[in-house]
Structure formats: structure tokens, C-alpha cells
Nanobody, 120 residues
Framework: QVQLVESGGGLVQAGESLKLTCAAS????????MGWYRQAPGKQRELVAT???????VYADSVKGRFTISRDNAKNTVELQTNSLKPEDTAVYYC??????????????WGQGTQVTVAE
């Protein structure tokens, strides 16, 4: 079993910052990409940012210049530093990981999500 646990969400005012953290645990051989996705009420889940084990990153246009994704391969953690938050950033943020549990078994996993609310 692999578990992803997010933390760091909360209620902030527009312009403030939050740091989201995701920790992966369980039977893990290696993790390729890790990322953050978000879903607002009534909307589709969308990609926010991803990062590979080698450090290659992808960001949604809506967060470029404001959010930064990073990871610690040794700890199996990924972080999302969210700066200059806007009300439209309000959503449940989900951690995702492409995990190899062994050299012959690879799967995609999701965390339970952490709520980010940005008030105006």
C-alpha cells in the first residue's frame, strides 16, 4: 500500500502565501513524477504543477511566476510554495505520484486533498 498525505492548506487573504507538503509512504521502490492538482466546486480537476525525479517541472499558465514546486527524493516528499494567492486559487489541492512499488509494478496514486481558501 502507498499513501500520500497532504498538509499546509488553510484560509488566507488574497496576496498571502501557503506552502503545501505531500509525503509518500508505504512500499515504494522509486517515484517518477510527483505533482499537484486542484479542483474547485463544480469544476474539473486541473494540473497545477508537476516535477520529475530529475527535477524537470511543468506549471499551469495560471500559476506561473507565483507557485514553485520542489521535491526531496530521499524523503519522498513534494512541496508547492504558493505565493500571491488569488481568490481563483481556491480549491482542494491533491497530491499525485507515479510510484514504482517494485521494478515490475508501477501505479499512479492520489492523496485525499487539502483545502486552500483565498478570501478577498
Amino acid at each position: 500500500q502507498v499513501q500520500l498525505v497532504e498538509s499546509g492548506g488553510g484560509l488566507v487573504q488574497a496576496g498571502e502565501s501557503l506552502k503545501l507538503t505531500c509525503a509518500a509512504s508505504g512500499r515504494i521502490f522509486s517515484i517518477n513524477a510527483m505533482g499537484w492538482y486542484r479542483q474547485a466546486p463544480g469544476k474539473q480537476r486541473e494540473l497545477v504543477a508537476t516535477i520529475t525525479s530529475a527535477g524537470s517541472t511543468v506549471y499551469a499558465d495560471s500559476v506561473k511566476g507565483r507557485f514553485t514546486i520542489s521535491r526531496d527524493n530521499a524523503k519522498n516528499t513534494v512541496e508547492l510554495q504558493t505565493n500571491s494567492l488569488k481568490p481563483e486559487d481556491t480549491a482542494v489541492y491533491y497530491c499525485n505520484a507515479d510510484v514504482s512499488k517494485s521494478p515490475w509494478y508501477r501505479n499512479n496514486y492520489w492523496g485525499q486533498g487539502t483545502q486552500v481558501t483565498v478570501a478577498e
